[in-house]
């Protein structure tokens, strides 16, 4: 596969949009209060378990099709869209965030889509394919979540 310079940039953007969520996630997981706790508890938890994993597979996808992922902090917050998040305890406050930052992060997995059929770069392709379906899956029942 050609390396494309701006395809090495949107995937590091997505690697760095996943760290920061990543770190949010943990943030509402560790400060969430009232009613909500135990639920919202252990479901931040499960998506913070999958955005690191998430995290390793773009890293290492990145450095598959013989480019270098982004590693420092720094770089993250800089690269992505996604901004760090002000201590948040409210339940409500907290799936808020994660729709909009899913939101971002489904638009950079959607361009990665075309740009890896474009390229005819398979393993990322299906990767974004899996991430979309499973993002937009979460999506739908969190958004059920806040209706109830």
């Known amino acids: 596969m050609k390396r494309d310079k701006k395809y090495i940039e949107k995937l590091n953007e997505l690697l760095s949009s996943y760290q920061v969520h990543y770190q949010n996630l943990r943030s509402l997981h560790w400060n969430i209060k009232g009613q909500s706790f135990f639920e919202l ?13 998430i995290v390793d597979e773009l890293a290492e996808r990145i450095l598959s099709i013989g480019a270098s992922p982004m590693s420092q902090l720094k770089g993250y917050l800089k690269t992505s869209p996604i901004n760090e998040i002000e201590v948040t305890k409210n339940g409500h406050d907290g ?17 990665l889509l075309n740009q890896s059929e474009e390229l005819s770069d398979e393993g990322t392709n299906a990767l974004m394919s899996d991430l979309i ?7 739908w029942m969190l958004k059920s979540w806040l209706d109830k």
């Open 133 to 139: 379906r499973e993002k937009e899956k979460t999506n």
């Open 41 to 53: 508890h252990l479901k931040y938890e499960e998506l913070y378990n999958r955005a690191q994993v």
């Open 95 to 111: 799936v808020n965030y994660i729709l909009t930052a899913q939101e971002d992060i489904l638009k950079l997995e959607k361009i």
